[in-house]
Nanobody, 123 residues
Framework: VQLQASGGGLVQAGGSLRLSCAAS????????MAWFRQAPGKEREFVSA???????YYSDSVKGRFTISRDSTKNTVYLQMNSLKPEDTAAYYC??????????????????WGQGTLVTVSS
């Protein structure tokens, strides 16, 4: 089972990026899929999650700027990031948890993790 994150890069403040997380090895249609991020010297923090019925969750710091979505036919989750700020700079990780998982902002419940993709926002 693998999660492959991609789409990171260098962007100026106010710009946009779209991250992708492709899952392989099994079907993740009934999993909660999430994005976490970790800046240098900081704890890994919750960014956004989407349930298997497409309910969405966001941290306060990204609400209104980021949009999570999933394409179950492609086993892929996306994170559209708009109005990026320098404080969004971090390595972004996708993760998967069983569909019954409800504590979506708690990283301890996620069984599968991608390798991370780096997002750098310049001021």
């Amino acid at each position: 089972v693998q999660l492959q994150a991609s789409g990171g890069g260098l962007v100026q403040a106010g710009g946009s990026l779209r991250l992708s997380c492709a899952a392989s090895g099994r079907t993740f249609g009934r999993f909660v899929m999430a994005w976490f991020r970790q800046a240098p010297g900081k704890e890994r923090e919750f960014v956004s999650a989407i349930g298997w019925l497409s309910s969405t969750y966001y941290s306060d710091s990204v609400k209104g700027r980021f949009t999570i979505s999933r394409d179950s036919t492609k086993n892929t989750v996306y994170l559209q990031m708009n109005s990026l700020k320098p404080e969004d700079t971090a390595a972004y990780y996708c993760a998967a948890a069983p569909g019954i998982y409800s504590d979506v902002d708690n990283r301890r419940g996620y069984d599968y993790w991608g390798q991370g993709t780096l997002v750098t926002v310049s001021s």
